[in-house]
Each structure stands twice: as C-alpha cells, then as structure tokens.
C-alpha cells in the first residue's frame, strides 16, 4: 500500500496568515492526490484534486500543488472558517489512502 | 444535487457483523465511484474500499481484505459495507462518500452524514 504522510501534524496559525501543509507518498502517485477539510463532528469536505484542482464552491485563496510524491496545499488570508483539519489522500492504483492530518489551531 | 443518506447508528456486540447502507440520490449513481471510509473516535480517515456500481465489482484495503464486502444495488442506488468479526478497535463512524465521475478517480466529492457503529459487549 502506498503510505502517506503530512507535516506539520499541528500548526498554530493567526487570522490572515498565510499557511502550507506538506504530504508526501512512498511512491509516484503522479497527480492523483485530493485534500479534504474537516470540521469536528462533520463529514469531510474535498478541497482539491488531481492535485491542483479546486473542487465545487471551494474559495480561491486554497490551492495545491505537486506531483509525483511531494504536494502542498495552501490557504493564503486565513480565516477563522478555515480553522479544521486537512488531510490529503492519494487514488492512484486499487487502494486510496490517507494522510494523518493537519490540525490548523489559533495561535 | 447528489445527496447520501446513511442508515443509523447500531450497537454490535464482538464477534459480530454490522451492515450500514448508502443510499444516493440526484446524480449517476452507477457511474459513481463509492468509497467507504472510516474514522475512530479522535483519529484520523481511514479508506476502507470501494466499488463501481456500474462494474460490480469492489475493492478493498489491503487490512480489511477478509472482513469487508462492499456491495451496490443499481435498482435503488443504494450501497452497502459489511464488516464481520467485530472488534472494539471497529467502534468509529463510518461514512459513505462518493464522485460522480468514477473516470476521474476515487476521490470523494459527495459525503453522507457518517454512521456511528459501537462495539461493545
């Protein structure tokens, strides 16, 4: 299975930062990676995918980028609803797995 | 609008099996690829398997390999997971989340509200 990991686990973060989260996987995924915000006691909700796209209703100040086994997601101008956790999770081959997480808390 | 409801929380003694359903509704469900994915109290999403109404046929994580059957009937755009041989370790919410376009990939782009599953003696 392909392996996922994410860096930072933990990021405090104030009102208009700019914020990157880092995921990396144990082999060439190519493009194939998502990223999901989820709120506590919510489903989640897909940010991004096949890397870089913006999913449905998702503002621009996220983006992603990468491909092979290193990607990043960032959110430029913070704001205070998009204080969650993120994962990324790659689809490439029969099994999808995800990362850890990211918690973005208040600094 | 794709919309996912689930069905209700159970409770499940060990040793046993639960099953919990999706049903879907305003989009391709036959085209769709269903993912079912987990997570335990605290901790983080765990992707359990899959299937392609269209195809019939799912796939799962290698850990869930023997416990997991994955199922869709097309007929009432309704999916299912089985897992057997319950263990307290099992205890999470469970959710059903699908993309409506499987050619794209098994991303999750439509999520159900999640299903609490407790095991407990």
């Known amino acids: 299975d392909i392996q996922m990991t994410q860096f930072p686990s933990t990021l405090s973060a104030s009102v208009g930062d700019r914020v990157t989260i880092t995921c990396r996987a144990s082999?060439?995924?190519?493009?194939?990676l998502a990223w999901y915000q989820q709120k506590p006691g919510k489903a989640p909700r897909l940010l991004i995918y096949?890397?870089?796209i913006l999913g449905s209703g998702v503002p621009s100040t996220f983006s992603g980028s990468g491909s092979g086994t290193a990607f990043t997601l960032t959110i430029t101008n913070l704001q205070p609803d998009d204080f969650a956790t993120y994962y990324c999770?790659?689809?490439?081959?029969?099994?999808?797995?995800f990362g850890p997480g990211t918690k973005v808390d208040v600094k | 609008q794709v919309r996912l409801v689930q069905s209700g929380a159970e409770v499940k003694k060990p040793g046993s099996s639960v099953k919990v359903s999706c049903r879907a509704s305003?989009?391709?469900?036959?085209?769709?690829?269903v993912s079912w994915v987990r997570q335990a109290p605290g901790q983080g999403l765990e992707w359990m398997g899959g299937?392609?109404?269209?195809?019939?046929?799912?796939n799962n994580a290698q850990k869930f390999k023997d416990r997991v059957t994955i199922t869709a009937d097309k007929s009432t755009s309704t999916a299912y997971i089985e897992l057997n041989s319950l263990t307290s370790e099992d205890t999470a919410v469970y959710y059903c989340?699908?993309?409506?376009?499987?050619?794209?990939?098994?991303?999750?782009?439509?999520w159900g509200q999640g299903t609490l599953v407790t095991v407990s003696s």
């Open positions: 989340a699908l993309n409506d376009d499987s050619l794209t990939g098994y991303y999750c782009v439509h």
């Open positions: 305003g989009g391709t469900f036959s085209k769709s690829a």
């Open positions: 299937i392609v109404p269209m195809f019939g046929r799912g």
């Open positions: 082999q060439n995924i190519e493009t194939w």
């Open positions: 096949k890397a870089s």
């Open positions: 999770q790659q689809y490439n081959g029969f099994s999808r797995t």
